[in-house]
């Protein structure tokens, strides 16, 4: 199977190799938890000695220091690293889930805790694949469409989420967080696909799907997700660049907003209709 | 009467939908124009003046002169309020 460009470049990008690294980019110390992004480079501090660094055309090095805690690497190779990557050489990260239909993505977008992991993971039970969870990676260079790249996170569900969507457990993600891998019903799509709607989770007592048009396009384009923080880090653009691309983006996608309870008893209703919303025929 | 123009290094703008928005490049915020807002704002090129403007306005709403002239009047007001027309 033929894979695009920019998933050649992430992948050679994000080779890992392990070694000391400088623990700092700017001459600032870095504190845990926390990145510098300078020159084309990036610095991550996780818990304790822990640091990933990041240089364009060299990949990835991890220095493992002794109070390093090892579960949670994975977790931020494939969080903050791989966005970093991503967004230093050119691509749009954001904070989406999404499934694949008849050869396009459909995302769904909202902040931590909103759903969408459970989302995309009941749709397996509608015959719709994962694409990917938690983040959709955009590929903006050609001006006529924005392709995405298929996820590089395994699914991760909380254990009430994983008997509400039929998926499938794995193995817990690591020793703090309270997830467990799995897999969707549905299996996944593994290859890039034009972006067909991004779909914004929302809490009302009603489930409704409602397209969103006109300006609201763009402010919903203005997140605080630390994957839009890495974007505008990297790519540093003044005020008419960033309008300009945020307005690009508000033109091209599609977008809709999802309402629905969040109420167990009614969680099969709101997914039954953002199953017909997905499948239902497209120009 | 002078022809009405924007000072176009105070703001970017972009059509989406049926709607403009324009962001002013000094502060970052935003505001979207539509039906006769956007109709004026895209009037507004350099060569018309205001007669200019609100004939075709007129012509385009179909003769209500009277509530035309009142929109852009407001329009036009509230434009240089915000810096973005040439005086």
Known sequence: MDRSAAELMMQRETAVQYGPVPHSLSGEPLAEMSWQMLGGAFLLRGEGEHYFLYRKGDG????????????????????????????????????????????????FS???????????????????PLFCDDTLVLDLSDPERIVCLPGHKRLKLRPDAIGL??????????????????????????????????????ERPEPAIMPITGAERLVRLQDDHYTARLFDSARKFDRAAQFAHLARLARQIAMARFVRPLDRDRFDEGVALAARHVAQPRS | MAALAKRTDRFSEADIDEEIVVMMLDTGQFFSLSGTSAAIWRLIDGQRDRAA???????????????????????????????????
């Open chain 1, 60 to 107: 990835v090095t991890v220095e493992r220091g002794p109070d390093a805690d090892v579960s949670e690497e994975s977790l931020w190779l494939n969080g903050s690293v791989y966005a970093a990557v991503a967004s230093l050489n050119g691509l749009l990260p954001i904070h989406a889930s999404a499934v694949a239909h008849d050869g396009r993505v459909f995302a």
């Open chain 1, 165 to 202: 969507t039929g998926a499938m457990p794995q193995e817990k993600v690591s020793k703090t967080v309270d997830k467990h891998y799995a897999l969707p019903a549905t299996g996944e799509v593994g290859v890039a696909l034009p972006l067909g709607e991004l779909i914004f989770l929302e």
């Open chain 2, 53 to 87: 403007v609100l004939a075709s306005l007129t012509g385009a709403f179909h003769g209500e002169e009277q509530a035309v002239t009142k929109d852009l009047d407001e329009f036009l007001a509230t434009l240089r309020e915000m810096g973005l027309l040439v005086d």
């Open chain 1, 110 to 128: 909202g902040p931590a805790g909103a759903g969408k992991s459970t989302l995309v993971a009941a749709l397996g039970r509608h015959g719709l």
